[in-house]
């Protein structure tokens, strides 16, 4: 357009607001808020860890401080003033200690002094073994939790003996450090000794280890890495050097220290502490292949089971192994015959932790100072002082039991969320160095002032001090110097909680060995217990590689028939690649729902671009990197409504065509410099099922929609689910003869299906939070997200609350107990490998047989799904953070037919479920009894619902009105009753406006129940009376929930429109769904037929009304006497004598017949001028057969078409496979807009097609029922309905009946409540004698209120706890997603760098969509032609690969102003230099990788020349092929001839055609560090 031929009088413009909802609108808030929570738990989460290890390790060596039994120091006592709080006040002046020995007492002094020292040894020792055995306590219930509601098996004998004698030497081991051993050294130096305890897991480690170098031997196997082997070796020496050497040291008297008392005990306790830690150690590995089975059985079936049995046996053999030690030993009776053991050990166990004295002294001199001896020796002065606090070994062993435990929590957390690094590793690394520095400073300041610790220590009480003097020199004689040796061999040993290879939100039994922790040496065992192996990838994934094997793997899908055979070494990187089909289906959608769907699949084709350059460009090893694909299908979506009556997208597949060009332009515009963006024409193909159309988006993912048509396939949602079940599992994995079985296998379990609705609103890490949960367990089978309803209205209000507490509270209680029963099809993920386990997708296509399969099957698809992976053993889970949003039904009318679809097919569900409870218990592991048990009581709960509901509101229409409750029974019923009867007879329009009524007036009866409750609240004047707990305990629930969900707090808002709405929703709702069970039908996005289709109709009976059929002899005969009178022409009254006269009275024109004449004319003008078409044109070979050119057939009703019958042509074959080739839609696909419809038209592949032919054969053929079958299908129906409803009904009946007699029983049966009894007082003062009466009022739970509080509040409160447990998991996943500024430096840097690059302005040089002051300063009239100038420009179609090379070397070209731009939008000001380096390591790992190409591919076909050479034939297509040597087509091909024995299909992963950009991705310093971390 020119300048004079613009219109500037009409620039001016309306734009929308552009507003942020669903999952858009993210709260800079929060998202600050959830950095600043993750500092916060980074730091938290280290003291926490850090406080725990050294406050349980150091209290554990206090407490052994109390059992010595040699001659232990005497420690100085802190007499101080009366402010201290403790003293003696008669001895002020005088130097004091505390008397551990009794060795300057005889007779029965000392005797009285020993069993005193007895008695406070005793407590310590009964405190060290519950201290020990409350970790095996916690593991024996957690094993028992799981072993109950979870599927646990008994392994095989070996497995439980190894884990029995290992868990029992561990038992002696423990026992005989704690009581023989470490008692009998100094604090110091029994700290120092445990460090020697890495014998046995050193052990393990050499034996595991295996090479992990760039390449492999000659012979394809790994083997000993000898720089490791020489530091395992001397890791072991310094272990050793604890065991042997240093007991030999200690065993000799140096006259400074006495010699330790049982040397012999010290290396067999330190070897055999950590026995039970060989698991941490087995992998897979040569030499240990008996230790990875049984470790494998432990994981997979049985390691709880196992647990149940083993804790309890090693809590009995740890007792009896201590009563022996300190029996022996003299701890208790200090080796005095005259104690009894007994006595003081068991029968006074209570009174040892009640109140007892100890012994001061005063310390006197050694020094004769008076002539006479007699004079000048003094007479020690003794005091026996109650303790301060009896309790103090109590409060001693509960902190040491909970700073343990807290290290343990804290620790397992920074696993799961992956700061381990940090907030793990590091913590308790420095815990024994930070106890050892403790230890001394706190021994040295004691020495200096006995009064030091007296505000938090006991004055009886201290850690066996050394006598330190110079330190130096005390190290060096005592050989406390080994200590580093010891500590620094430990840490090698446990040097792989540095390379953690657990998964995001891993589970304890992925990041630990054990079902639970010791507490003892917390530090050590945390280490020794985090697991070494484990499933986190760190491999760089080859783009090109991948395309290319993927464009191979198409091409040749037809080319083999021979398949590979199973070969483990075959799986390549590529093969565990995240793949994420997006399958979502579409019916009748409307523009606003398509638009929301749309964005969301920009926006993951946006961040799929993002990670690609990431990867190919700057080496970005990113675990969450995925292969992403979107697959729409779309039902119904052709018809006949043009003249030639061929088949075309309907308005629904043109109004998605408009949309997704016009959203893209809108998505993609900012990154293309707010210049238009046009998408390429869609390519189209032509298929069996219908036809299919495909675009590839500007960042590189593809989106394919299949348009279905209802004569060619099933069509409804089940359907389209199992097409493509079998397309994207069936034919690309299974039928893909190019991929090895194992390769398969590796593909099916890293392949995942996204089953999304036509209008869901998501973003890209919400499903990165669903794959999380399949990474983390493989057995999950599929998880669900976070469901949001959209919309604003009475109805949208209701679901938004119903949904948040069904997710808050149910949902999250499922995951918790046993698994989620349904993963909404609107947005979940299925894991492939379960999808195609047995009696699952093949049972998925069961067509509907019985009535009850027509409500399980088709009306709760989503549902039975789930059911069927639950029965096959798969785990189904919940995320709660996992958002996305699907507008939800806003009329009356929808909402109840949505629900008439998913109430019975739900129960249908969770029926069978229940009816197979011990197949599927037997099955998964995760589904217990007691889970079966709680979803059956939720199941009868729901059936009897709507009678408690009705009770409850009789029971408020008594309290209200004081009536008798059988009156309020009866006015309620009366209603509820016609509302059945309606459900029953009348149409469901009659129906649903009677339930729109009813619920007007239930809103104002609950208004009026609210009130009475407050009123009775109010009278009974107490908060814990019956009704304030019931009342409150609900309400109470929600608002707990919602503050626990500060993301969706807003919910509560609507949840009065919830309350009141009850009655309407669980009692009106259920009898419309029950009673409608016949019905169908889908109910929901319902169109109308237009005008054309009615018109057709019509037609049809104008055909059927001139069509002679055989009507019967009578009818035969009335239609002779024509007593129905003339075709067109009605009349009051009309009589006639056959054909001969006929006389109407008052006669009028039938209109209807009127335009059944007007269709038929006008449609025999249309036949007339097709045929006159037809004669004029001469239709080409090559071109399409018009179907109504070459029939016989005549529309025409003009002519009478009873004179002959109508006759069908049908075309020939030739005809037909043409008509496949270039169906009619092709042609009138958007003719006048080459933009939307002028892409290319493919076909394909004869292998693919033939897939569809044969699947829809076998499993797809279109269900066509005639009148007979669907009047069948309708009573089979009908009949099914009314046995349930007469069961529902009777049940409910019943129940109100039975809970009425009851109430009306209720002083016979009410019970008295115990909280907040009222009492009445009345004073009589005209009697003879005055008396004073008090009588008790008690508040009384009546029946009605007891079996609310039974049945509604019990699983309230089972629900409460686990929605707490699933928050911890809920936040967990937040902290673990949520990145910080320095967090992954690597990947977040060129992440950001990439998102910032997309927002640069390449006119502007600026970044943003921000203005510039000056363009402010230019006024409106400035903006509005600078934005017509814009909007004119002419869109192009947009690559962002391209655009990125583009605006990076803009960049790179500009580093000094770049920089400037990074720190304004605050990203540091080094990425620049980072993105530099990266991006040259990135070139360097390429040419490393070509050179390793090449010289593999000539190392192979050297190879191959040896093997040719051995005569080995090569012929025809089975030649050997050496491709391009480049870095798209680096691989060797290779065919031999099967004959031989060795066949190749042609592909990279062969037996010799390899391709190293799986092999070699890491450039050198990558694959030093997978070395390292791998040995580790």
Request: hydrophobic content about 40%.
């Amino acid at each position: 357009m020119n300048e004079k031929e613009k219109k500037y009088w009409n620039i001016f413009k309306n734009e929308p607001r552009k507003e942020e909802i669903g999952s858009a609108a993210e709260s800079k808030f929060f998202k600050l808020a959830e950095k600043s929570l993750l500092i916060f738990v980074y730091i938290v989460t280290f003291l926490a860890v850090l406080a725990g290890c050294v406050v349980g390790r150091g209290i554990t060596f206090f407490m052994l401080a109390q059992i010595s039994v040699r001659n232990r120091h005497n420690f100085p006592f802190c007499n101080g003033d009366v402010n201290t709080g403790f003293y003696i006040d008669d001895a002020q002046e005088k130097e004091l200690e505390v008397d551990l020995n009794c060795a300057d007492l005889a007779g029965a002094d000392k005797i009285e002094c020993l069993t005193s020292r007895g008695v406070e040894r005793s407590v310590w020792i009964w405190c060290l073994f519950f201290a020990y055995s409350f970790p095996n306590l916690g593991a024996f219930v957690r094993s028992l939790r799981i072993w109950l509601f979870k599927k646990q098996e008994f392994p095989r004998m070996q497995t439980f003996l190894m884990v029995l004698t290992m868990e029992s030497l561990h038992a002696l081991g423990m026992a005989m450090l704690l009581f023989l051993v470490l008692p009998e050294l100094d604090s110091l130096r029994a700290m120092a000794l445990t460090a020697g305890i890495g014998v046995v897991p050193c052990i393990f480690n050499m034996i595991s280890r295996r090479d992990r170098s760039i390449e492999e031997n000659e012979e394809g196997k790994y083997g000993f890495s000898w720089v490791y082997f020489v530091l395992d070796c001397a890791a072991l020496v310094g272990q050793l050097s604890a065991l042997l050497v240093w007991p030999i040291i200690q065993g000799s008297d140096d006259g400074k220290v006495p010699a330790h008392p049982y040397p012999w005990a010290i290396p067999l306790s330190l070897l055999l502490v950590t026995c039970p830690y060989w698991e941490t150690y087995v992998g897979r590995d040569i030499g240990l292949r008996v230790f990875w089975s049984m470790k494998r059985e432990l994981l997979e079936s049985s390691r709880y089971f196992v647990y149940v049995i083993v804790a309890p046996i090693k809590m009995i053999l740890f007792f009896g192994f201590m009563v022996l030690f300190v029996y022996t030993n003299g701890s208790v009776t200090s080796n005095e015959d005259s104690i009894d053991f007994v006595e003081i050990f068991f029968n006074n166990f209570a009174k040892s932790f009640g109140n007892h004295t100890f012994t001061v002294k005063e310390v006197t001199t050694d020094s004769i100072t008076s002539a006479v001896f007699s004079d000048a020796v003094t007479e020690i002065a003794y005091y026996d002082p109650s303790v301060e606090t009896p309790l103090t070994p109590v409060y001693v062993l509960l902190i040491q039991i909970g700073c343990s435990y807290a290290a343990y929590v804290f620790a397992k957390f920074a696993s799961k969320v992956q700061i381990g690094l940090f907030s793990f590793a590091t913590a308790v690394t420095l815990a024994m160095p930070v106890s050892l520095l403790t230890l001394i400073l706190g021994c040295g300041s004691l020495a200096k002032d006995e009064c030091v610790f007296q505000d938090f220590m006991p004055h009886s009480m201290a850690f066996e001090c050394p006598d330190l003097g110079d330190f130096g020199s005390y190290s060096w004689n005592q050989q406390v110097w080994m200590v580093i040796i010891w500590f620094l061999s430990f840490l090698w040993i446990t040097g792989h909680i540095w390379f953690p290879r657990s998964t995001r939100l891993a589970s304890s039994e992925q990041i630990f060995s054990l079902p639970w922790y010791e507490g003892l040496l917390i530090d050590q065992m945390l280490m020794l217990n985090r697991r070494k192996d484990g499933d986190l990838q760190r491999k760089m994934i080859d783009k090109e590689a991948m395309e290319e094997e993927r464009n191979k793997l198409s091409m040749e899908h037809d080319s083999y028939d021979t398949i590979y055979e199973n070969d483990i070494d075959d799986v390549r990187v590529e093969d565990k690649v995240t793949r994420i089909k997006a399958c979502a289906t579409m019916w009748h959608e409307t523009k606003e729902e398509m638009t929301e769907m749309l964005k969301s699949l920009f926006r993951v084709d946006l961040d799929y671009v993002t990670r690609s350059v990431a990867q190919k460009k700057f080496g970005v090893i990113d675990p969450d990197y995925y292969e992403w694909e979107t697959h729409i299908l779309f039902d119904d979506s052709m018809d006949k409504k043009n003249p030639e009556r061929q088949l075309e997208v309907n308005q629904f597949v043109k109004l998605l065509v408009e949309t997704m060009h016009e959203e893209a332009s809108k998505f993609y515009k900012p990154i293309n410099n707010d210049t238009n963006v046009n998408l390429s024409p869609c390519r189209k193909k032509p298929t069996p099922y219908g036809g299919r159309i495909e675009w590839r988006l500007p960042g590189g993912t593809e989106i394919i929609v299949h348009l279905k048509v209802n004569e060619k396939i099933r069509h409804k949602k089940r359907w389209s689910q199992c097409m493509y079940m079998y397309y994207l599992l069936g034919y690309q994995i299974m039928d893909n003869r190019a991929l090895s079985e194992a390769r398969k296998n590796e593909r099916a379990k890293n392949t995942y299906l996204l089953a999304l609705d036509g209008d869901i609103d998501f973003q890209p890490h919400s499903i990165i939070k669903l794959v999380d949960m399949m990474k983390k367990n493989n057995k999950v089978g599929a998880a669900c997200g976070r469901i949001h309803p959209t919309g604003s209205g009475y109805m949208p209000w209701y679901q938004k609350f119903e949904y948040a507490i069904g997710h808050w509270l149910q949902k999250a209680t499922e995951h918790v107990l046993g698994c989620v029963l349904c993963s909404p099809g609107c947005f979940s993920l299925f894991r492939g490998e379960a999808l195609m386990d047995n009696n699952v997708m093949r049972k998925y296509t069961t067509v509907s047989s019985e009535a009850r399969h027509y409500v399980q099957f088709d009306q709760g698809e989503d549902r039975w799904l789930c059911t069927l992976l639950l029965q096959q053993g798969w785990r189904v889970e919940y995320s709660a953070a996992s958002d996305a949003y699907t507008a939800c039904p806003v009329t009356f009318e929808e909402f109840y037919n949505q629900r008439r679809r998913w109430m019975p097919s739900t129960i249908m569900n969770i029926v069978d479920l229940l009816r197979d409870y011990k197949h599927v218990i037997e099955m998964n592991p995760d589904i217990s009894i007691f889970y079966i048990i709680y979803q059956g009581f939720l199941m009868v709960s729901t059936f009897v619902g709507p009678g408690a509901i009705f009770l409850i509101i009789a029971g408020a229409f008594n309290a209200l009105f004081h009536l008798s409750i059988w009156y309020c029974i009866l006015i309620l019923g009366v209603p509820v009753l016609l509302f059945m009867a309606s459900c029953y007879y009348l149409d469901a329009s009659v129906q649903l406006k009677f339930a729109k009524l009813l619920t007007v007036a239930f809103v104002l009866i609950m208004a009026a129940v609210f009130i009475t409750i407050f009123v009775q609240i109010i009278n009974e004047g107490s908060l814990y009376s019956p009704t304030a707990i019931s009342f409150f305990s609900v309400f109470g629930a929600f608002i707990i929930a919602g503050i626990l969900h500060p993301y969706e707090i807003s919910c509560l808002l609507y949840m009065l429109v919830y309350y009141f709405t009850i009655p309407s929703m669980y009692l009106l709702l259920v009898i419309y769904s029950l009673f409608n069970m016949w019905n169908v039908s889908w109910g929901t996005r319902e169109v109308p037929k237009d005008d054309f289709e009615e018109q057709q109709k019509k037609i049809e009976e104008v055909k059927q009304a001139v069509k002679p059929e055989d009507q019967g002899m009578l009818n035969n005969l009335l239609s002779q006497l024509n007593l129905g009178g003339k075709k067109g022409q009605k009349g009051g009254m009309e009589m006639s004598l056959g054909n001969l006269c006929s006389c109407m009275f008052f006669t009028h024109d039938d209109p209807e017949e009127k335009t059944i004449n007007k269709i038929s004319e006008t449609l025999a003008e249309v036949n007339n001028k097709i045929s006159d078409l037809s004669t004029k044109q001469r239709i080409q070979p090559s071109q399409r057969k018009d179907a109504l050119s070459n029939s016989s057939l005549d529309l025409s009703v003009k002519e009478p078409l009873r004179q002959e019958k109508m006759k069908v042509v049908t075309k020939p074959k030739q005809d037909l496979r043409k008509e496949e080739a270039n169906p009619y839609w092709l042609d009138r696909f958007f003719p006048e807009m080459p933009t939307l419809g002028g892409g290319d038209v493919e076909h394909l592949p004869s292998s693919e097609k033939k897939f569809w032919d044969d699947l829809i054969k076998e499993y797809l053929t279109p269900l066509v029922m005639d009148d007979k079958e669907k009047a069948e299908q309708k009573k089979g129906l009908e009949e099914f309905r009314d046995q349930l409803v007469f069961t529902f009904v009777m049940v409910n009946f019943m129940y109100v009946i039975a809970i009425t007699l009851m109430q009306n029983q209720k002083n016979t049966l009410s019970i008295n409540w115990p909280f907040d009894v009222k009492y009445n007082v009345s004073y009589n003062d005209m009697a003879e004698n005055p008396e004073l009466e008090m009588m008790s009022n008690p508040l009384v739970l009546e029946p009605i209120g007891l079996f609310f509080l039974i049945a509604f509040i019990g699983v309230m409160i089972l629900q409460i706890i686990g929605m707490f447990m699933h928050r911890w998991t809920s936040f967990s996943h937040t902290m673990a997603t949520t990145k910080l500024g320095k967090d992954a430096v690597e990947a977040n840097e060129v992440f950001n760098y990439i998102k910032l690059l997309f927002k640069y302005k390449e006119e502007s040089d600026d970044f943003g969509p921000k203005i510039k002051e000056k363009d402010k300063r230019r006024g409106t009239v400035a903006n509005l032609l600078a934005d017509t100038e814009r909007s004119e420009k002419s869109g192009g179609n947009l690559n962002i690969m391209e655009e990125f090379e583009k605006r990076h070397s803009i960049a790179m070209s500009r580093p000094d102003e770049f920089e400037r731009r990074l720190s304004q939008t605050g990203i540091r000001r080094d990425t620049l230099a980072n993105i530099k380096r990266r991006q040259s390591v990135a070139e360097r790992r390429a040419s490393l990788v070509d050179q390793r190409r090449q010289s593999l591919i000539n190392r192979r076909s050297s190879m191959a020349n040896g093997r040719r050479d051995s005569g080995i034939m090569f012929e025809g297509n089975n030649s050997l092929a050496i491709l391009q040597n480049n870095r798209k087509n680096s691989a060797v091909r290779f065919s031999i001839d099967s004959k031989q024995g060795v066949e190749n299909n042609g592909y990279e992963d062969s037996d010799y055609g390899v391709s190293l950009a799986s092999s070699y991705s890491n450039n050198q310093q990558d694959n030093r560090f997978e070395t390292i971390e791998s040995n580790f």
